[in-house]
């Protein structure tokens, strides 16, 4: 299989180079080609070729684009997720959430598109959530994500992709996440032996998250099913309130954390989804437990550690 994966040098990207067979052609797309080449000689992945392009350049990713043979799929991955900076600034969310996605469908010929898309789309709903639901997202990042999805429809019907999987992800911890993702700062925290941990807002939004593991399987198993033009919820399926998922967290490493609780979250999620539509068509279910999935990440930090040290 022949799969363009755009946004690759990312967090859930870096980790799906890491999953996919090693039989598969991988094109990766990436901004940093010195950093990027660098990991894939660390990890081997001689099955990946980089490419560089900028997706806020119509030019660079028409050219990139036209370098490359037809893909079999694309993973689209790439999005600017720093949701606070967003809301303060909105067109800085149509130029790196919706401008970028435009940008690269008006050059794509080839198979399927996965596109990531998001759970945030659901803002501004309570309780369950479904991709039934009547959206009216709203927070810029969850606007752009919604219009992502109409464009890659849209695209679709075109006939410039041959259909497409929209998953609408809750998220993910693991190797190469971000420092200030929430998941990264807690176990950071915990071995530490931190008193304190902080969080924005009361405590009392969502966070449903699966180990990154978990998250290339179930983008493998897309991959690799005839299913197409659907959207999907893509989670874990247990939702927890952060304050309760922050003692769960240190409850794991055998600590206690003071919370504190500062300011207010942009994103409050107050919805949550099931796993259920992942398992009927793709045959996906999460199978690494929070304690498990969390020991995990400890080791791979404190490995890094120690090697940066």
């Not at 598969?24 to 392009?53: I, K, M």
């Amino acid at each position: 299989m022949k799969v363009l994966v755009v946004g690759a040098s990312g967090f859930i990207g870096r980790n799906l180079l890491l999953g996919v067979p090693r039989s598969w052609e991988v094109y990766g797309t990436c901004r940093n080609p010195v950093d990027f080449s660098r990991f894939l000689s660390a990890f081997g992945l001689n099955h990946v070729r980089p490419l560089q392009l900028d997706l806020r350049d119509e030019a660079t990713v028409e050219k990139a684009l036209a370098s490359i043979s037809r893909p079999d799929a694309c993973v689209f991955l790439a999005s600017d997720t720093a949701v606070r900076a967003l809301v303060s600034d909105p067109p800085l969310d149509v130029t790196n959430n919706i401008l970028t996605v435009a940008n690269f469908l008006k050059s794509y010929r080839g198979g399927k598109i996965l596109f990531m898309s998001s759970g945030a789309v659901y803002m501004g709903l309570d309780g369950p959530v479904s991709p039934t639901a009547r959206l009216r997202p709203t927070i810029p990042y969850a606007i752009s994500k919604h219009a992502s999805e109409l464009y890659v429809q849209f695209a679709a019907e075109r006939g410039w992709a041959e259909g497409y999987v929209i998953l609408r992800f809750f998220g993910a911890y693991g190797p190469f996440e971000p420092p200030r993702k929430i998941t990264t700062k807690l176990v950071q925290s915990a071995l530490a032996r931190a008193r304190e941990f902080t969080i924005f807002g009361d405590g009392r939004n969502l966070i449903d998250v699966m180990h990154i593991d978990d998250a290339v399987a179930g983008l493998v198993a897309v991959l690799q099913s005839d299913r197409i033009n659907l959207t999907v919820d893509f989670c874990a399926g247990n939702a927890f309130d952060l304050n309760e998922f922050t003692e769960r967290v240190a409850t794991i490493f055998g600590h206690q954390f003071t919370l504190n609780h500062e300011g207010e979250s942009p994103e409050y999620i107050r919805f949550h989804a099931s796993p259920h539509a992942m398992e009927e068509v793709f045959g996906f279910q999460p199978k690494i437990a929070l304690p498990t999935g969390m020991r995990r990440f400890a080791t791979w930090i404190q490995t890094q550690s120690r090697i940066s040290a």
